[in-house]
């Protein structure tokens, strides 16, 4: 069993920080790419950020410069540290990996429940 959970979401106030884990658990050999992507009410969801094994990033165009994406291959945990959040940012974060399971050395693409972000005064 290979799970990806999520923490670190909440309301701001326009102008804070945030810090997002998404820690990935279970009978693991491997993970592959890890990214970050987040759903707004009536919107489909986009890719905000990503990272490789050998840590590549890629960002969308409306969060560079204000969030970093980062990872630790020994906790198996990627983070997204996101500063000057804007209302534009209220969304539920998802984190999805590509895993290498280590009991079939077959690799899957899990998602993590989500996390909210509310960004208001």
């Known amino acids: 069993q290979v799970q990806l959970v999520e923490s670190g979401g909440g309301l701001v106030q326009p102008g804070g920080s945030l810090k997002l884990s998404c820690a990935a658990s279970g009978t693991i050999l491997s993970i592959n790419a890890m990214d970050w992507y987040r759903q707004a009410p009536g919107k489909e969801r986009e890719l905000v950020a990503g990272i490789t094994s050998g840590g590549n990033t890629n960002y969308a165009d409306s969060v560079k410069g204000r969030f970093t994406i980062s990872r630790d291959n020994v906790k198996n945990t990627v983070y997204l540290h996101m500063n000057n959040l804007k209302p534009e940012d209220t969304a539920v974060y998802y984190c999805?990996?590509?895993?290498?399971?280590?009991?079939?050395?077959?690799?899957?693409?899990?998602w993590g429940q989500g996390t909210q972000v509310t960004v208001s005064s």
């Open positions: 999805k990996a590509e895993i290498v399971r280590g009991y079939d050395y077959k690799e899957w693409r899990y």
